[in-house]
């Protein structure tokens, strides 16, 4: 069973840090490119951060850009997202994404989120 559990998330105040984690099981982990999403109130999901397989190779919105850092670690299955300088408009609720392919299938899946809420 496939399962991604994001943790991490909560109320922070401006310009505050965040360490979002991501745990997978059910597949390859070594094997998928991972993502962070997220959603705002009333907005539509958006692209945060992506890292290649391997780690060799990150990608970020320019929203996050100098502020966000994704990074994996393979040995644990895991994906975490650092956020540091938070502001309000980063408020939302945050989602793991795992992409790949079972044969010639192309397959994602998706956690359940984590609300991050930045607040004074």
């Known amino acids: 069973q496939v399962q991604l559990v994001e943790s991490g998330g909560g109320l922070v105040q401006p310009g505050g840090s965040l360490r979002l984690s991501c745990a997978a099981s059910?597949?390859?982990?070594?094997?998928?490119?991972m993502s962070w999403y997220r959603q705002a109130p009333g907005k539509e999901r958006e692209l945060v951060a992506v890292?290649?397989?391997?780690?060799?190779?990150?990608n970020y919105a320019d929203s996050v850009k100098g502020r966000f850092t994704i990074s994996r670690d393979n040995a644990k299955d895991t994906v975490y997202l650092q956020m540091n300088s938070l502001k309000p408009e980063d408020t939302a609720v945050y989602y793991c994404?795992?992409?790949?392919?079972?044969?010639?299938?192309?397959?994602?899946?998706w956690g359940q989120g984590t609300q991050v809420t930045v607040s004074s």
């Open positions: 994404n795992a992409e790949g392919s079972r044969g010639l299938d192309p397959v994602d899946y």
């Open positions: 059910g597949f390859t982990f070594s094997s998928y490119a």
């Open positions: 890292i290649t397989s391997a780690g060799g190779s990150t």
